[in-house]
């Protein structure tokens, strides 16, 4: 299953990063279509667009995504002795960035202008870096609540939270017009290898 779990993933981040480097027509004019209809909500609305910044600058940025990992790394060590899962969370999560930052320099893919913005960003934008983190993030913290067994209302809370989190952002950062909807689509799929890679890993380990 995990191995499976693996191939789709890969096969679908694959795909788009090669349709998103060949600027592929159709992919572009959706893009477009969809950046110009949300930027023209996002002026036509300043109070949602304020909400979006304030969730995506400080709820769902990547750096509390980060902080979060690391407390929950610091509870496996210390309230339950899991040492090597800890370490394996916090590696997985600079893996993470590093290939975010790999693929943004190498894709190079410029991020929507506009002659009244409401939000600015930098670097490339392929993949969304607020999107590939959160689910990077929330997937192994998932995972591990799964694996540690929690009551169901834990689980359907924990769920929900990260369902909202994961999608949450993702429009904040097309809502904001710092990224065109495939970066967001393309920090969810590699968001969720890294995810599977690592969920792979951390079961063969003795």
Known sequence: M???SIGVAALCSVLLLLLVGAEWRPLVGVDGDLARTTHRWAVDEPGLTQTARVLTNWVWDP???????GAV???LVFRYAA???????VVTCAVGTVLQQVLKA?????RPVWPNPVDSAHYAAFPSGHAMTATVVCGLLLWLLHRHGV???VWVGAVTVAALSVGGVGLTRVWLGVHWATDVLGGWLFGALV???AVRAHQRHP
């Open 2 to 4: 995990a191995a499976l």
């Open 63 to 69: 750096w509390t995504m980060r902080l979060l990992a």
């Open 73 to 75: 790394a610091l509870l």
């Open 83 to 89: 040492r090597w899962t800890a370490v394996w969370l």
């Open 106 to 110: 190498a894709v190079g893919r410029a």
């Open 151 to 153: 009551s169901r209302a």
């Open 195 to 197: 995810v599977a890679v």
